[in-house]
């Protein structure tokens, strides 16, 4: 018997890096997400396949399930990432995958893997709702972060999202601004690491307090903009807060400084989708530059 898990992936609107000491912050789930699919075998193996967006395979891996524990003779760094994550599962959930029977297992994202959209995020949330375990817990023990993107996976709806006392607080939010269809993501054909740009945070901050608590109220006036020069107003403040908390240039100055309208980073720095907000449909402009992904918020947003 089949069983299929899917969770969305995220963009976080707000709230970058500061998410993580305690900010409000607005993240998205996105219509694009990843799923997985369980089949029963009688092999006590695992079989992992991974099918990228447009059905062809980017990953395949076979894995023992011996002396309570997930092993791989393949020693490429998804192979033993999965290994990782398996077995740390198993240390939440010490029933998981005991028994005689093994697993073809089938993960399908609905987007391109450089996009950043969550390709591990879906994957942990995913694997969490097969192992009947709490996906935060499991996030922490692997990949860390904020846990933003685990919300995004489980929810349909924007959220706003907040670590409140080593606690995960999640609210569903109706963010539908009027001004919509003047917002558009645009890739910079960069993949970014997170765990990178985490760590350059960690190691520049300082002093922020003040900052994370405007960064919150930035958050709650995005949310009730009614007008879309108020929401660029908005997002440009947001963009000079970070900037002065990472010590990072912002991507309007490094790419974009004769736009005719308002750009903001999303998440990590530096790669994978930026918001883009112009009064005029700004596809042309962002070809020309060479940046050719560029998606409506309404064909993004769940």
């Known amino acids: 018997m089949n069983k299929t898990f899917y969770s969305n992936g995220k963009l976080l609107i707000s709230g970058e890096y500061v998410v993580l000491d305690g900010a409000l912050s607005l993240a998205i789930p996105t219509k694009y997400g990843q799923s997985l699919t369980i089949e029963s075998i009688d092999e006590n193996k695992l079989y992992w396949e991974s099918m990228n967006h447009n059905g062809t395979t980017w990953f395949q891996c076979e894995f023992e399930i011996k002396n309570h524990s997930v092993e791989s003779f393949d020693t490429n760094e998804t192979s033993q990432r999965l290994v990782q994550i398996l077995n740390t599962v198993k240390t939440l959930n010490p029933m998981f995958l005991e028994g005689e029977k ?74 539908n601004p009027i001004f919509k269809n003047h917002l558009y993501f645009v890739h910079l054909n960069k993949k970014q690491n997170s765990r990178d740009g985490i760590k350059r945070y960690k190691l520049n901050k300082k002093n922020i307090e003040s900052l994370i608590e405007m960064i919150s109220k930035l958050t709650s006036k995005m949310i009730k903009s009614k007008t879309i020069e108020d929401f660029q107003g908005l997002i440009t403040q947001h963009e000079s807060i970070i900037s002065e908390i990472t010590n990072q240039t912002t991507v309007r100055n490094l790419y974009f400084e004769d736009f005719e309208g308002s750009v903001k980073s999303l998440g990590a720095w530096g790669g994978d989708f930026v ?19 560029v998606v409506p918020y309404m064909d993004m947003v769940r």
């Open 275 to 293: 918001l883009a907000v112009s009064k005029t449909n700004p596809t042309n402009y962002f070809v020309k530059k060479g940046f050719k992904t």
């Open 102 to 175: 093994g697993y073809k297992i089938t993960t399908t994202l609905d987007f391109p893997t450089n996009w950043g959209l969550g390709t591990s995020s879906t994957l942990i949330n995913n694997i969490a709702q097969w192992a009947n375990i709490d996906p935060y817990k499991l996030l922490k023990k692997t990949f860390g972060g904020s846990g933003y993107d685990i919300a995004c996976a489980q929810n349909d709806t924007p959220i706003i999202y907040q670590i409140r006392n080593n606690a995960v607080v999640v609210h569903a939010v109706n963010f």
